[in-house]
């Protein structure tokens, strides 16, 4: 009898699709949600084919200090930007990334981001942008954990993906971040399929390379800015259908939260708040620290997630574990 | 024995999955291609996640004659229009639409035409639109068989979507009309879901109603024209996959088509060339027609077809039955 109670109690331990989430008002909002919308004849079951979940990707899905990964992507394409480029080593913003000072660098405004942006993730093919994304990211390293990036995801929230595709949702990423940069790797690193990556898209020239084929060139002007209300633009023009479950960790996912959160059904809106210096960070007015260059809970956004009822999920407090590996 | 025979031959027959496709080189072309990209170990097979088929929307799935359906979809909301801002009554394009003068109407320019799109498809939210184009696509009829437009879908274009997706392809519309108007009746009239539509768009202004809920308004801006080299644009954009296979009838699938039929394993492009004057319309310069409003088969593009392989359909040889009713 002890056996079979200790072999049953075992078998749900196996069986809770969220290992690294501490019990809490987090997770039991997280599971009700789904065996709400689930439930065969409930009240709030939802067709499956209407089960859509968002989620914002820097700072929800993944690490963002001290700097978006694509940032660092596009500092780090800079030398070589300027080995095919010589002119560009005396002009700025370029002369001061070429310089290596990690202050002057860290002071970058944000025109001067957008210019480097402008210079390494455009005037390229798709298919050597992609190239050149898939070796970068294979092979670069955080600063802090000294692992590649796609290993600080948060292993909670790839918990929560898998238990939500599992109970037939489709998880979209819907990113600030570049679409093109993501699509490369969110397959591998989250299980999203490209064509569930939304995110900043740029216009795309179509022309005809030596041989007559058909070449696509990633070109500076924007088509899709994917934050703030972008992201709802963004959902409406790819999906068509509004979430009934969205995730977000700033006020770029403000209006994505709110569009999901409106509306009849069982509806969830979360936000991730990095109050966790000590296993990853802590950062922001929510923690009643200074803005940063990353996507922050500011104290405006905290209170609507209040007044509205989103569940705030402290990293400290809601997660077992944050990473894969024991930091 | 003779029963057995009978009997397995019937089973053949039932079990055909273009049974409104005559047998030629068009119904061979897809079979052979579904068969090469399905079979497991098979040189050309493509893996499920990545069968990827996009369909042209007027004139390849649907008649497009004497007027695309969303046009005509715009003319008989003027009136409506009108009421509401009593002041268009006498500005044109507005004057002539509501004169009822066929000729007249049949003559608006194409500026005229865009005129009377953005006064008819823009300024509201996505919710009215959509209820409003919904209560029409049940009610209007086309004027030459007196059905509803959504009864005007090629049945041989139906099967064949329905085999593709038979074989785990995933079915686009890659559409120069509206996306948020193909939305609305895609699902129940081709079996594609909203997110596989991919259309001509506008920018969304993300606002708050009454109660503080978000509101969508649906602007004037294009976001994406989803012609020419737009549904290379679309495609890259929405799906972030080449197709494989890509079906289409005028110069406004060309670059859709280019792009799919390059690259490397089993690939089939296909136009649909309106020949048949009895059962639908014969028009265009490959018939040795002349030019009409609405998309056609250029002669350019016939020999771009012949000269690439592409797969040409003639609607009166290659198609047993063109609509699901006999007309």
């Not at 109690?9 to 997280?30: E, R």
């Not at 990334?97 to 005037?123: C, F, Q, R, W, Y």
């Not at 290993?151 to 109970?167: D, F, G």
């Not at 696509?216 to 023009?237: C, M, Q, R, S």
Request: glycine share 8%; charged share 20%.
């Amino acid at each position: 009898m002890f056996a079979l109670l200790a072999a049953s109690a075992q078998a749900i331990a196996q069986t809770d699709p969220l290992p690294s989430w501490n019990d809490g008002a987090a997770k039991k909002a997280i599971v009700a949600f789904v065996q709400a919308t689930t439930t065969q004849g409930g009240a709030k079951f939802i067709a499956p084919e209407e089960r859509i979940a968002t989620f914002d990707q820097d700072g929800t899905l993944w690490v963002e200090h001290p700097i978006y990964t694509q940032v660092m992507y596009c500092l780090e394409k800079v030398p070589a930007l300027v080995a095919k480029k010589p002119e560009l080593a005396n002009v700025e913003p370029f002369k001061t990334v070429m310089s290596g000072n990690h202050d002057a660098i860290a002071k970058l405004t944000l025109p001067d981001l957008e210019k480097i942006a402008g210079a390494t993730l455009t005037g390229m093919s798709v298919e050597q942008f992609n190239a050149e994304v898939k070796q970068w990211i294979a092979t670069a390293k955080h600063p802090r954990w000294k692992r590649p990036y796609t290993e600080l995801t948060y292993q909670p929230m790839l918990e929560l993906m898998r238990y939500l595709r599992a109970n037939d949702f489709k998880t979209y990423i819907v990113t600030g971040g570049g679409q093109d940069f993501v699509r490369v790797y969110a397959q591998q690193v989250y299980g999203v399929p490209p064509e569930q990556v939304i995110g900043t898209a740029g216009t795309i020239k179509y022309s005809y390379g030596h041989h007559g084929q058909p070449v696509l060139t990633k070109e500076p002007k924007l088509l899709l800015n994917d934050n703030d209300a972008g992201k709802v633009e963004g959902i409406h023009f790819a999906i068509g259908r509004k979430p009934y479950a969205a995730f977000g960790n700033s006020t770029g996912d403000r209006q994505m939260l709110e569009y999901t959160a409106a509306g009849d059904g069982a509806r969830i809106a979360m936000l991730v708040l990095h109050d966790d210096a000590t296993r990853e960070y802590a950062y922001g007015p929510a923690n009643g620290l200074p803005d940063t260059k990353v996507g922050t809970l500011t104290q405006a956004l905290d209170d609507e997630a209040k007044k509205n009822g989103w569940v705030v999920i402290s990293m400290k407090n809601d997660w077992r574990r944050i990473f894969s590996f024991d930091p």
